[in-house]
């Protein structure tokens, strides 16, 4: 079959609109992978490619974070442990285009600038460094020594190291994020923002301040055994698309699911598993017993009615209350009075629907409790999380099978690279053992996260910029601000894989430096290398690529850090950088002496299944707070308030794109085709400000900052479509709508970007 020629653009006139799906996965989604596969990288290479994929001598997929089946659970692997989505992962990286010297030579950066995510990334793989010197129009190949020179000079120049800034996305592997943020400290700064930032990490204050660890406490087992999954605020058709191969496994057990979330996805219905007979030729397998179709930001009211209900009902697990947990008295004393017509606006639903759902918490001795960002990415995510918590904690939820927390993760690695310290504040503990180990001095003081190293741009304090992957101006809020702050830095660095927005939205110099994927071969001066990665489900497992590498000049992300190391620190450093990048292991040994939890890495990564990382409430009902018990908390947040003629906006994932990266036009399940500047709207919401579906409009955001200052965003020209979501919530697609997100509005607690409770207005074009 021919291979697609790189889009050249994007026609969006040509938007469809059909009837959102009925059954997520099913033998479309098989054809789907497979296509894409062929398109990007030839049938050959998708032959040898996808059967590698999530195996134990193949690689990890470089999709989301959803865990593999273990021997250990009594699983096994089948011969097609992937989805849909991995599969085009996959083909996003291996793909046989190319970004190349002449194509910078060919296309001015100004002109790079004006083209479209989507374009961009269909571009190919990057091969070769390049730079962009001040007042140059074109990015111009480099050698690796000269750009790591160039980095260690323009960086020791800095009048402190705080005036730089390192961000890391998550699919980074444990063994170059160690050494990533070795190097940052060594360096002398905490400024390690990250994308989690942005994802889970109201999911790690929440959980850290009430259970102890600010990780899920449930394995694939767990879920899959349970009476009763609370899916909130998640997507798992899009996001975790394997995930609903384990929720139908609830199913079949006699289990039950509840959906909470504004939209009515596909994927939380029904599921139509391509393995099995049922989901080829079948209905499939209905998925969600209760659909609570919530109002954005209504689940902190949903759950305080909840455990109200389980308190009324006498439905308290004392046993476990009194033995694990601190608060409770509090916790009860004002969790009975409850306003029932602040709940039901604030949420949508019915009383009667919520009693429901509390009557299945009540019946249920197995929960689980799953979520994403539709929790996350709130003013009030961590207070929602941690009244998730107390709803657990009430019934005696953690810490036995079939039972326990799942904030499902994002990326591949994201939680591993925290686990390895991209945190810009890492405990004390960890920094201690950090320079005992390697003879350095890591700062103290805590360094600034993505939200305020974007201020810290924009106010001229960061001045260099280095992304350890991802797309930074893509997947930040203000998008006109970020563009600013970046354009202002003396010097922006990206390594990177493929071409993307941030390479476009250049410091006065800047760098980007190629480097491998999951999918390739890493081979270096001992040999073949392989790395390591942690689930959402903390189980550390190694990767090794076995494609060959997109160019010969492309040096893994370890080799990076170590050569950068070397140029920044020369020769007589405590830290011996070369070592690092000749043998992965020499990395792992020190991941074992500094890193809790992971003594003989070396050894217990080369399991076929790899080991799972301790986690005090799982392992053994301990929970290592400040109070030395689980801890109840008591939440409270004001009532959003939606001005008259505005609407709340969330922004989202189409079923076609991995965060930033679009791979295609096709939202399946949702019915969008062809299109991605479109606003879903309630079709009574549409009539009421008078608008008809197929309008086009500008979308318009208001903030009021703290100070008192109306602020106004605007992203230009998004096609209205009428959708059956929540009234009064409308939904975009992220990157397209960041425009809109204020950088002022975060989550109380952990300064997570508010993408879920835009105010907006449409105007009309
Ligand atoms: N194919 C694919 N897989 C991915 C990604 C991708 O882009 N593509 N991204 C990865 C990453 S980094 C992450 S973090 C995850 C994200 O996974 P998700 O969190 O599933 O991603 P979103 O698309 O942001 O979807 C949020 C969901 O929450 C719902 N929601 C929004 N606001 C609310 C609310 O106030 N309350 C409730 N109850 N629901 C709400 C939305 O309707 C939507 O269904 O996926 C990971 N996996
Ligand atoms: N409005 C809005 N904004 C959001 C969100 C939202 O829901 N709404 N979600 C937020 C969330 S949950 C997240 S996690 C962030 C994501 O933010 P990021 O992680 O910064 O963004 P990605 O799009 O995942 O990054 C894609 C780029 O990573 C590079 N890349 C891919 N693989 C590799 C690799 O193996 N190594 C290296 N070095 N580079 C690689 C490629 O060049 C690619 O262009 O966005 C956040 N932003
Ligand atoms: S569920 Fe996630 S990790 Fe698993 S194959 Fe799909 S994209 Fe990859
Ligand atoms: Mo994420």
Redesign the pocket.
Known sequence: MAKRAPVEDIDETELTVGRPGTAAAGVKGVLVSLRRGVEQMGVGRTIRTLPLLNQRAGFDC?GCAWPDPREADGDKRKLAEFCENGAKAVA??ATTRRVGPEFFARHPVAELADKTDYW??QQGR?THPVVLREGDTHYRPIEWDDAFDLIAERLRALDSPDAAAF???????NE?AFLYQLLVRSFGTNNLP???N???ESSGAALTETIGIGKGSVSLADLEHADLVLVVGQNPGTNHPRMLASLEKVKQRGGRIVAVNPLPETGLMRFKNPQNARGVVGEGTALADEFAQIRLGGDLMLFKALNSLVLKAGAVDQEFVDAHTHGYAEFAAQAGDLDWEAVTTATGLDREQIERIAEMVISSERTVACW??GL??HKHGVATIREVVDLLLLRGMIGKPGAGVCPVR??SN?QGDRTMGIWEKMPEEFLDALDAEFGIRSPRHHGLDTVDALRAMRDGRVRAFL??????V????DTAGTIEALRGCDLTV??????????VVPGRTALI?P????TERDVQAAGAQFVTVEDSMSVVHASRGRLAPASDALLS?VA?VSRLGQALFGDDHPVRWAEFERDYDAIRDRIARVVPGCEDYNARVREPDGFVLPHPPRDSRSFPTATGKANFTVNTAEPIVIPEGRLLL????SHDQ????IYGLSDRYRGIEDARRVVLVHPDDLTGLGFADGDVVDVVSEWTTAEGTAEERRAERFRLVGYPTARGCAAAY??E??P??PLGSVADGSNT?V??AIIIRFERR
């Open positions: 470089p996003e990286e961009l990334g990057l961000y890391t996305s998550g699919r980074t592997s170059a990250d994308c989690s942005m994802c889970h994403a960002m996350t990415q994002g990326h994201v992304g350890m992957g991802g797309n930074f893509s997947a930040t809020p990206q390594v990177s894989t493929k071409l993307n927005r941030s390479h430096l480097t491998l994927g999951r992300e990076i969330q922004t989202l994932r991995y965060n930033t990266t992220y990157p709508a960041n809109l997100v970007p993408s879920k």
